[in-house]
Each structure stands twice: as structure tokens, then as C-alpha cells.
């Protein structure tokens, strides 16, 4: 793997990619060329105006016909052009049998912002590669399925005709929308992905003929023309980007925004997965995930901030609301009381629209998932974790399950583990490093975290029970009081007791209402499950024979942590209080 100046993993606040890759045929006929490259052009001009808060970026073999043609209008309108090699650079170049070919080849390279190639798949040789067709398929199986994972459009210049030649367009297509590569994944390795809809299907599908004698498109498909062409099972062809990936992209879109926007503070202020750590002993492409991790969590913290401040002036507000209620229907009713109930009950809804129109809460919950996804990723590449299918990655299982709209999370994680992705890294240093500042011990990791913050929640849950208590005793006390001694007090005495009683229950059922909107109970309950399940891993460890045993216990620790962590939006996204909600509360 090399790289040129500008490379993706740069620490400036920049706007996150939407990474466009590119497949197609080489044996494109002439005479179509310009009008594909017109399409072509269109669809980034179209991408650049939509979605103008993210950067374009092509990732390209460079090989001949449709990859240079894409790269070759990438760098002519501005679209940054990353070059992602099949095999070693010396013996790619052997594809390139003319001397212009090769000249065009180095000259894309010099341009690209990036230069990576793939490892050699395992059980292939330089030698199978020089002599074999079939290893050399192998290694453009592996291309295709690494494209297919990192991007977030899959750009096809294509008759349409399905193809069984390993590594071929017809081929990447398939996987691409059906999980499924022939001769290079095993046929055995069913997926959850070949079922669920998610927001990894999306081919832009540029309809063309080849240079040959049954060149001409699949049966229904005019040259020239142009799909979105997803698993969608009404419209698998569309004009119009489908709604879903139009979610997607927007919340991507706004995560960029927001990485730009806070860009200077996040770069203050935000907390390292890596800390101090030596990077030339971790992988290549470590510190592009920290620096997304980075990012995810300052964002996470910084609305959690705003959407606890909203929650509490809420629920004092609420509270105030309430006394009002009580004091006007007990002791003083005065139309000022029902003014001053009506002017909190406003004050409360307007802070609730403002955090719902700014979306606090779900950036809040999107955010901090992602960056728990970024910290399993980020620990997996420096172990050297990888996954038992050769074309799965760490992000192609998180949240596979859930609402599609979450697949945005997905697409960030595909970005910031390419360079990890391309060399998995497999020494035992960062396999140390992993397991020391993952797990920790009782006050360093996620050990020492989970441990404080399940204390932390229990002593919240504590002044919840003294809350309780204390309003049955208060209530008790009152309600004695007034059997024993109530026909002989006075009307004003008898309804401030009655008042008290109310304001000691009303606490209580504020804070009871706090606590359920916070989810003071069920994150005790995942504090103790995380705290578990990770000091399982450390006692696993401490007693595994070998480094393969090691990473098995990290993948398997992380498999737990991201599907607990995928439980977890799902149960917290409602939340937030709703308007008769407050009503409610206040009267």
C-alpha cells in the first residue's frame, strides 16, 4: 500500500465522503463513450448538489475501459479520485499490455489522492498470479467484494446480463444487492444481508454495450440509458433515488455537518482511543477510525449535554406547573395561579419542539451508538480480529437488524475502516494494546468505566427510592394527622397539610418521571451486563494459550458489545416526553 499527499486520513475538519465505486466493463464500445461520460458527469454534478455538505470521492482499480473512464471524470470535474489496486502494483500492471495503457495507468496513479492494493488472497502466490487466470479472478472476486463493502454507491457501467466469470461486473452487481460471490466467498456462508433491506443495495446503473459480437445490453435495457437499481421489490428500477437511501444520506450528511461545524472543539477537546500509543507499532489507517471515534463521541456528549438540560428545565417546569395546580385548587384559587400554570405548560412544550426540530435526542442516541461501533472497530483492526467470512467486515453485521434508517451508522464505520480493511493487521503488539486499553482493569478501560458508571446510576436510583419513601411517610403522617386531629384544625391549616402531602408526592413523581426518561433502570441493568460480559473477556484471557484463542475471546466481546449497544437505540429513541406527557405531569 502507498500513499499520495491529501490522503483521507488528515485530522482538518473536513466534510466526510460519499464514496462512489466503480465497476464496469473494459470493452466498452466506442461510440457510446461520450454520452457515458456525459451520464457520468451527471451523476456527480447531481451527488454535488444534493448532497452538498459531504465531499465525492472514486475509489477505482484504474483498469482499462470503465474504471478510467469514471476516474478520468472524477478528476476533470473536481471528484476526488482514490485508487484501490486488485493485486501488488507490479503485477497489475502486467494486465496492460499496451505501452499507452500502461502510461495512462501511471498517470491516474500520480493523480489519485490515494494509492492502496489489496493483499493477496489467502492460499494465492506471486506465482499463481503470473500463471493463473483463476488467481488472478480470485483477486478481482476480492476487489469487488472490498468496493462493495466501502461504498456507498456502487457506480456500474453494464449491459445488464448476469455473468459467471469470477470477479466480472454481472458478478460484483450480484453481491453488491445479494450477498453472494461464486467461487471466491463460501456458498455455505448464508447472511443475515441477503434477506434484511438495508442501505447497502444501491447501484447506479448506466446502461451500456461491449465490443463484441453479443455485446449488445440484457433483453429490455436501451444503451445509454440510467437506473437506480436496488432489491427494493416493487421498483428495483427508479429514476429518483429512493426515499430510504435518501434518509440515509441525509443523516450522514448531517453527521458531516456537524463534524465540520464543531470541527475546532473536537479537536480540543475530543477524546483518543489511542492516546499516546506509538502508531507505527498499531495498523496503517488506525488513526482515521480514532478520528472518527473522536468525533462521534464529542458529538454524542455535547447533545446528551443539551438533551439532559432540556429534560431537567422540563421537569422543573413541570413541576412548578404543578404546584400552581395545587395551590390554586387547595389553597389561593386565583386566576393568576391558572395564568402562571398555562405560562410554564408553554414554556415547557416550546423547549420540547426546539429539541425535537434539532433532533438532540436522536443525535444524542445515533452518535454515541456509532462511536461504541467505532470503538469496537477500532480495537478489532489493531488486534488483527477479523471475521469468518472473508467478505464480511466489522461494520456489515452492527445494526443489520434494526431500522434501515440507521444504516447511515454503517455507511460512516465503511469509511473509517478502508485502510484498516485493505491489510488487516495481525501482530501481537496490537493485539497487546487492544486487550490492555479495551478491557483495562477495575479503574483503566471499559472495565473501569463500566464499573464507575453502574455506581454512578445505582446512587441516582437511591435518592429515587428516598424520594419514594420519604412522600409514603410524609402521606402517611399527613393522612394520620387529619383522621386524628382534622375536625378540630382550621380549613387553612388542613389544606397546607394537604398541600405539603402534594408537594412530596409531586417530587417524587417528577423524579420517577426523570429517571424513566433517562433510562435510570435499564442502564443499571446494561452497566451490569457490560460489566460482566467484560470481566468474563479478561478471565477468558488471562488464561488462553495462544494469540488465536485471544482474538477469538475480542471478536467475540465485540459481537456482544455491538449487539447490546444496537438493543440499546432501539429501546431509548421514544424517550423523550411528549407535550400531554407535560400536561399530564403538571396536572
Known amino acids: 500500500m502507498s500513499e499520495e499527499a491529501g490522503r483521507p486520513g488528515s485530522r482538518e475538519p473536513r466534510a466526510l465522503p460519499l464514496v462512489i465505486a ?25 451527488l454535488a448538489e444534493r448532497f452538498p455538505e459531504r465531499r465525492l470521492q472514486v475509489v477505482s482499480a484504474l483498469a482499462e ?28 500492471v502486467r494486465d496492460f499490455r499496451e505501452d499507452a495503457s500502461k502510461a495512462g495507468f501511471d498517470s491516474l496513479v500520480r493523480r489519485a489522492s490515494a494509492v492502496y492494493e489489496l493483499p493477496l488472497a489467502p492460499g494465492i502466490g506471486a506465482d499463481d498470479i503470473r500463471s493463473s487466470e483463476r488467481a488472478r479472478g480470485l483477486q478481482y472476486a476480492q476487489l469487488g467484494v472490498f468496493l462493495s463493502a466501502h461504498c456507498h454507491i456502487l457506480l456500474a457501467l453494464w449491459d445488464g446480463k448476469p455473468s459467471d466469470r469470477l470477479g466480472g461486473t454481472g458478478q460484483i452487481v450480484r453481491f453488491h444487492h445479494d450477498d453472494v460471490m461464486p467461487g471466491y466467498s463460501a456458498p455455505t456462508a448464508a447472511t443475515q444481508q441477503m434477506l434484511v433491506d438495508d442501505e447497502s443495495d444501491l447501484v447506479y446503473h448506466v446502461v451500456c454495450s461491449r465490443d463484441r459480437p453479443d455485446g449488445a445490453p440484457r433483453a429490455g435495457l436501451e444503451p445509454l440509458d440510467w437506473w437506480w437499481f436496488t432489491k427494493d421489490r416493487e421498483r428495483p428500477l427508479s429514476k429518483e433515488l429512493p426515499p430510504q437511501h435518501r434518509l440515509v444520506f441525509r443523516r450522514y450528511g448531517e453527521f458531516s455537518e456537524d463534524a465540520v461545524r464543531f470541527g475546532a472543539s473536537i479537536e480540543a477537546a475530543g477524546n483518543s482511543l489511542l492516546g499516546t500509543a506509538d502508531l507505527t507499532r498499531l495498523p496503517p489507517g488506525i488513526d482515521d477510525i480514532d478520528r472518527l471515534f473522536r468525533t462521534a463521541d464529542w458529538l454524542a456528549v455535547h447533545y446528551q449535554r443539551r438533551v439532559l438540560a432540556g429534560l431537567r428545565t422540563t421537569y422543573l417546569l413541570a413541576f412548578f406547573m404543578a404546584l400552581a395546580f395545587l395551590l390554586y385548587a387547595d389553597v389561593l384559587p386565583s386566576p393568576m395561579l391558572m395564568i402562571a400554570f398555562l405560562l410554564l405548560f408553554a414554556g415547557a412544550t416550546a423547549i420540547q419542539l426546539w429539541s425535537r426540530r434539532k433532533a438532540w435526542h436522536r443525535k444524542y442516541l445515533d452518535y454515541r451508538v456509532l462511536a461504541e461501533g467505532l470503538r469496537v472497530q477500532l480495537y478489532w483492526a489493531a488486534a488483527g480480529v477479523r471475521r469468518e467470512s472473508v467478505s464480511k467486515f466489522t461494520h456489515d453485521h452492527f445494526l443489520q437488524t434494526q431500522d434501515p434508517e440507521l444504516g447511515w451508522i454503517r455507511n460512516v464505520m465503511r469509511v473509517a475502516g478502508f485502510r484498516c480493511d485493505v491489510e488487516p493487521a495481525g501482530a501481537a503488539r496490537g493485539l497487546d494494546f487492544a486487550i490492555r486499553e479495551w478491557i483495562g482493569d477495575s479503574a483503566t478501560g ?4 463500566f464499573g464507575r458508571k453502574r455506581e454512578e446510576r445505582l446512587a441516582r436510583k437511591r435518592i429515587t427510592d428516598r424520594l419514594a419513601r420519604l412522600s409514603l411517610l410524609v402521606s402517611v403522617v399527613v393522612v394520620a394527622v387529619l383522621l386524628v386531629a382534622g375536625s378540630t384544625m382550621t380549613d387553612t391549616l388542613r389544606e397546607w397539610l394537604l398541600v405539603v402531602m402534594g408537594v412530596t408526592l409531586l417530587l417524587f413523581g417528577v423524579r420517577e418521571s426523570y429517571a424513566d426518561s433517562t433510562a435510570e433502570e435499564e442502564l443499571i441493568k446494561q452497566y451490569d451486563f457490560m460489566l460482566r460480559i467484560f470481566q468474563n473477556a479478561r478471565r477468558r484471557l488471562d488464561h488462553a494459550e495462544n494469540d488465536a484463542e485471544r482474538r477469538q475471546i475480542l471478536r467475540a466481546l465485540g459481537d456482544s458489545a455491538l449487539d447490546e449497544h444496537a438493543q440499546w437505540i432501539l429501546t431509548n429513541r421514544d424517550r423523550a416526553p411528549e407535550q400531554g406527557d407535560i400536561w399530564r405531569m403538571g396536572s
Open 65 to 92: 475501459g470503465a474504471d478510467r473512464l469514471v476516474a478520468e471524470e472524477a478528476l476533470a470535474t473536481g471528484v476526488e479520485l482514490v485508487a484501490l489496486l486488485p493485486m501488488p502494483r507490479e503485477l497489475y
Open 446 to 449: 471499559q472495565l473501569g468505566y
Open 22 to 46: 466503480t465497476t464496469g466493463h473494459r470493452d466498452l464500445v466506442a461510440g457510446e463513450m461520450p454520452r457515458i461520460r456525459e451520464r457520468v458527469r451527471d451523476l456527480f454534478a447531481w
